[in-house]
């Protein structure tokens, strides 16, 4: 057995101080509503409603970033152009812009004394308040969480592969389908969870463009307003619940081929 | 013997240079350090204006405001415990119900406000809407209007409170309803002062507002007669049919706001961090040249003198307030 120096106590002690600091307050949220808080809470429609609300619309989010973010990860992890990483800072920007800047940079878009709003306007389209909005919202903060992850996947590929299927007679899309996509699907895998983690656990920038309907966080939010902590615990608690045994399962059907490999 | 009288003397001497050395912090210390304030998200302008006079005078004083619903900045005190000195609600009540006795003693009324109804230029119907036609210019189809959350914020179901006033005034029975119906919950925010932006980005046409936040945000208004604004105390009877139902301690529980002029509240609370520094701010807050002065000028005419319910609670003030209120229910 190795000699354990001062740097493997170093190591140590500091990932004990990491693993406290991340899960004291949280373990101190979840034991604090007792057992029949949590079970009323349960039969409460506007907590579930929430919930639910908060899962479908994260998921549509990273639906949409599958869709048009897959093939922008793709051009980035193998192209290389003048200003690429002027793109790059451009996709990164959500995550760096404060969250409330988001919902009011999306709501001047949105309202009719803009162009583009006065067009949705007319489509029937409102982002103020709607499904609509929310996952729009929810869309661009997740947004390069999903390309980022993903990019780092299709760098990962060589793209010798993708030659020889090219020298072999098969197209690009045809390639792109058949070799890179079933190689970087663990990629694509994480990336749909970042991303819907992300948007899952956004408040800001939703709160400033729908209030009602209400996201579970903005329930939250509205419970301990109106009637303290007591009563916006136990939803807490179940989101984290919910959120947690979704993301586990996910992690678990990422991770089988990763030992394979 | 004279030993004895110039040792007296020194004596004498030496406990008054004590004393006035004692005295000296107490007679010209001035008030410093941080004093905490939570308040209602209608008076920050007002009080950002008083805070740069108020730190011109305390230069050793740094007044840090948050401005939140004003039901909020009471559970930031009651349930969050975090360190304030001073609580200011756009509904005195507010401080009743949810900080007296446990975290302050007393409540003191120092402004009003009434309710009006905003809008821009690029508002539907802007260039029709008016003092007698504005209900029926609600209840249009494709209208976007909204109010701020009743269970929240109390200019939420003062807007409320109005329009069933305005079934009354209006002799217009159903109006209230008819009206509601013309709202769907989307367009109801947690803060009232979130719909300004809601206007002025077109997201919405009209929307409630204290006539403060009106005037502080140069938007266009329709000024409501006295019977239904809720800014004259005198109409307290009749402001008084008007009942809403908002959330009560906990889900699923209710009670009734009955109406009531609109009427600001201030507290000092008891365990502030300091105190000293806060009392003089109030001081300031409280002095009809100071800052009932600002109030006027945004707005939010000020009660001049300020009032508290009963002798008793003027009593329990801090002495250097209690020249600058009068007993009046």
């Avoid at chain 1, 067009?119 to 999903?146: C, D, K, N, Q, W």
């Avoid at chain 1, 899309?173 to 694509?188: D, H, Q």
């Avoid at chain 2, 360190?83 to 402004?111: E, G, H, Q, T």
């Avoid at chain 2, 009206?179 to 109801?188: D, G, M």
Wanted: proline residues 6%.
């Amino acid at each position: 057995m190795v000699k354990k120096g001062p740097f493997y106590w170093i190591s140590f002690s500091c990932g004990i101080m990491v693993l406290t600091f991340i899960l004291l307050p949280l373990v101190e949220m979840l034991t604090a509503p007792s057992g029949a808080m949590l079970r009323e809470t349960l039969k409460d429609k506007n907590v579930i409603h929430s919930i639910w609300l908060s899962i479908y619309t994260a998921a549509a989010a990273s639906g949409i970033a599958f869709l048009v973010g897959t093939p922008l990860a793709y051009v980035l992890a193998r192209t290389h152009f003048r200003g690429k990483h002027f793109i790059e800072s451009i996709i990164d920007l959500p995550i760096v812009i404060p969250h409330p800047v988001v919902g009011i940079a999306i709501l001047g878009v949105a309202g009719k004394n803009h162009w583009l709003g006065q067009f949705l306007y007319e489509l029937g389209i409102r982002i103020m308040g709607s499904t609509t909005g929310i996952i729009t919202v929810l869309t661009f903060v997740g947004m390069p969480f999903y390309i980022n992850a993903l990019k780092a996947g299709f760098e990962s590929i060589s793209p010798r592969l993708e030659n020889v299927s090219r020298s072999l007679g098969a197209s690009m899309w045809s390639t792109f389908i058949r070799i890179t996509f079933p190689l970087a699907w663990r990629s694509v895998l994480v990336g749909l969870i970042m991303c819907c983690a992300r948007s899952i656990s956004e408040f800001g920038a939703v709160v400033v463009v729908a209030y009602h309907p209400m996201i579970a966080p903005v329930l939250i939010y509205e419970r301990f307003e109106a009637y303290g902590l007591k009563y916006s615990q136990p939803v807490a608690v179940w989101l984290v619940l919910v959120c947690l045994s979704l993301f586990l399962a996910l992690r678990i059907l990422a991770l089988p081929r990763k030992k394979a490999s | 013997m004279g030993t004895t009288i110039v040792k007296r003397v020194s004596a004498f001497l030496f406990i008054l240079g004590v004393a006035a050395f004692l005295s000296i912090p107490s007679a010209f210390a001035e008030p410093k350090g941080k004093v905490v304030m939570f308040h209602a998200g209608s008076l920050s302008m007002p009080f950002e204006a008083m805070e740069k006079a108020f730190e011109a005078k305390y230069p050793g004083v740094d007044l840090q405001r948050e401005a939140s619903g004003s039901q909020k900045a009471a559970r930031k005190v009651s349930d969050l415990h975090k360190p304030c000195d001073i609580m200011a609600s756009a509904d005195y009540k507010v401080i009743d119900k949810l900080l007296i006795p446990k975290y302050a003693d007393w409540n003191i009324r120092f402004a009003t406000n009434q309710l009006v109804l905003c809008y821009t230029d690029k508002s539907k119907f802007a260039k029709e809407v008016n003092a007698g036609n504005w209900y029926k210019i609600l209840e249009r189809k494709g209208v976007v209007w909204g109010h701020s959350d009743p269970n929240l914020d109390p200019c939420g179901y003062r807007a409320l409170m109005v329009l069933q006033l305005a079934e009354k005034y209006y002799k217009n029975p159903g109006l209230y309803d008819k009206l509601i119906a013309n709202r769907p919950l989307e367009n109801v925010r947690p803060k009232s002062v979130e719909l300004v932006s809601l206007l002025q980005t077109g997201n919405m046409d009209y929307a409630w507002e204290y006539l403060s936040v009106a005037v502080q945000h140069g938007l266009k208004y329709v000024k409501l007669p006295d019977q239904i604004n809720l800014g004259n105390y005198k109409y307290d009877s009749f402001y008084s049919q008007a009942v809403v139902k908002v959330t009560g301690k906990k889900p699923g529980e209710f009670m009734d706001m009955k109406g009531g002029s609109v009427t600001y509240g201030v507290t000092l609370i008891k365990d502030a961090p300091n105190k000293e520094a806060a009392i003089a701010f109030l001081e300031y807050l409280l002095d009809p040249q100071g800052g009932l002065k600002i109030l006027k000028e945004q707005g939010q005419p000020p009660f001049v003198p300020c009032r508290v319910p009963t002798d008793k609670m003027k009593s329990e003030l801090p002495v250097k307030l209690q020249g600058l209120v009068e007993v009046k229910n």
